[in-house]
């Protein structure tokens, strides 16, 4: 981080911290709640295509997506929609929620109050297999609950393996 002061500062591409969870998939971190008073946390995670994604629900934390680069399909409670570049998603907190891409992509991540950034941060460490068990734990530490017990994919959940908005 490129800091300036008490009154602000700057984080230039690459400055932050690189978090990679396994396959072709990273986030780099650029607000941490930690340095803002845990007012938001904010990171870019980029990406190859993500064909299933189980829906979950922060309960801890509402986040907004801003996509940067590639096609998504989201959903959010029973809504589905689809969006490319400069398309927002606002995820309120305790809502189930999920996205695909077909294309891979960037988005920019931002949690209110923080959580989400530091979720993952927490992620990174348990390395690229982590145990059910370690899941559950961060899960819980991080108030983040599964569609049922079974996390079933949005694909599952859709009962032919189709994707939204396909």
Known sequence: MSNWGADGWAVAPGEGVRVEPGGNHWL?????GKDVDDALGAFVFTHDVITENPPHAHHGFMKIVYVLEGHYDFRVGDTTFSGGPGTVAVVPKGSQHTF????????????????NEELFLEMGKLGPHPTPEQLAD???????????DEEASWQQMHGEGDAPGS
């Open 138 to 148: 961060l899960n819980g530490r991080f108030h983040t609950t599964g569609l049922g």
């Open 100 to 115: 695909t891409t077909p294309t891979g992509g960037r988005a920019l991540f931002v949690s209110a109050p923080a959580g």
């Open 28 to 32: 780099e971190v650029i607000v941490r």
